[in-house]
Structures are given as structure tokens and as C-alpha cells.
């Protein structure tokens, strides 16, 4: 997609200079599997301008190996490390906002710390987080637009601030 926007976007109006990618929930974790194994996902450099992860899964080492995420990621627990976009997106020069509801299953919430964790450690400072009080897995990016919508004005406040 990120190609395509790049090759054909202008065509359609789109600023193919300024892509940001954004993933909610599986789509988290696979946004952060594309920057955090470029040799894997982006042969050529994909030259986002941020990402906005949303109560995703990052380091599969720490997540219980159960039925469900074997499920998802693989029954070779011993391949998670390498699976994982944890250290990927420490060495990434992306941008990144994240955020995460207040009734997660309490995973999603350890995810997003321990992903605070490594941004602050790579910026020395932490990335815009956003706390989805009241919200659970769905209904955080499904108020968009609504009267107590935190999560739009953050996404659109991150975008400017990376704005050349």
C-alpha cells in the first residue's frame, strides 16, 4: 500500500510526500512489523513521516503462549524474538503515536508500556500517548469524531507536529 500511495498517490490527490500508518489491534501489530523489518516488508526505504499504533502487539515474548497467540503468530515459540517488532522500531527513526483503552485485556496495556518503554529510550523522551479513558478495544477508534473524541485531535496534533 505504502508503494502504491508513493507510485500512483498524486494521481488521486494524495501527498506522497507525508504518509503516516496507522493500525488499530492486529492492524497495530502489523504496521509495526512493516517498520521494524524494512528487509522483510519495505525493500526500499519506506519513508513514512509516523506511525499511530493503537492497542497493538509488539514484543511477542512476553505475551502467554496460548492457543490464541500461537494461533496468530506461529506454534515455534522459539522464532517470537525474531518475530517481534519490539527492537525493530528502537532502531527505526519513525515518529510514532500510541495509544491504548482503559478496559484492554490488561495484555494490550503491558504491550503499550513496554513500547513507551523502548521509544523513550531510543528519543530520550516519550512519544504522544493517549489513554482512551472509558473506551475499550473497539470503542476508542470507534468515537472518532464524536463530542469526547480525544483520540482525532491527538492524531491530528501528531501529524502537525511532524509537519516540515
Given at each position: 500500500?505504502?508503494?502504491?500511495?508513493?507510485?500512483?498517490?498524486?494521481?488521486?490527490?494524495?501527498?506522497?510526500?507525508?504518509?503516516?500508518l496507522?493500525?488499530?489491534?492486529?492492524?497495530a501489530?502489523?504496521?509495526?512489523s512493516?517498520?521494524?523489518?524494512?528487509?522483510?516488508?519495505a525493500?526500499?526505504?519506506?519513508g513514512?513521516?509516523?506511525a499511530i499504533?493503537?492497542s497493538?502487539l509488539?514484543?511477542?515474548?512476553?505475551?502467554?503462549?496460548?492457543?490464541?497467540?500461537?494461533?496468530?503468530?506461529?506454534?515455534?515459540?522459539?522464532?517470537?524474538?525474531?518475530?517481534?517488532?519490539?527492537?525493530g522500531?528502537?532502531?527505526?527513526?519513525?515518529?510514532?503515536?500510541?495509544a491504548v483503552?482503559?478496559h484492554?485485556?490488561?495484555?494490550?496495556?503491558?504491550?503499550?508500556?513496554?513500547l513507551?518503554?523502548?521509544?523513550?529510550?531510543?528519543?530520550?523522551?516519550?512519544p504522544?500517548?493517549?489513554?482512551?479513558?472509558?473506551?475499550?478495544h473497539?470503542?476508542g477508534?470507534?468515537?472518532?469524531?464524536?463530542?469526547?473524541?480525544?483520540?482525532?485531535p491527538?492524531?491530528?496534533?501528531?501529524?502537525?507536529?511532524?509537519?516540515?
Amino acid at each position: 500500500v505504502i508503494a502504491w500511495v508513493k507510485n500512483h498517490g498524486n494521481a488521486h490527490g494524495l501527498d506522497t510526500e507525508r504518509i503516516y500508518l496507522m493500525g488499530q489491534s492486529a492492524g497495530a501489530a502489523h504496521a509495526a512489523s512493516y517498520i521494524a523489518h524494512p528487509g522483510q516488508y519495505a525493500p526500499v526505504p519506506h519513508g513514512l513521516s509516523g506511525a499511530i499504533l493503537l492497542s497493538g502487539l509488539y514484543n511477542l515474548e512476553t505475551l502467554a503462549a496460548d492457543e490464541l497467540t500461537r494461533s496468530y503468530f506461529g506454534e515455534d515459540t522459539s522464532l517470537y524474538r525474531e518475530r517481534s517488532s519490539i527492537a525493530g522500531m528502537k532502531n527505526s527513526s519513525v515518529p510514532f503515536l500510541v495509544a491504548v483503552a482503559e478496559h484492554e485485556p490488561v495484555y494490550f496495556e503491558r504491550q503499550a508500556l513496554e513500547l513507551l518503554a523502548v521509544l523513550h529510550e531510543r528519543d530520550q523522551r516519550l512519544p504522544l500517548f493517549v489513554h482512551m479513558l472509558g473506551h475499550n478495544h473497539l470503542s476508542g477508534i470507534l468515537n472518532f469524531g464524536l463530542a469526547d473524541d480525544r483520540l482525532g485531535p491527538a492524531i491530528l496534533e501528531f501529524i502537525a507536529s511532524h509537519l516540515d
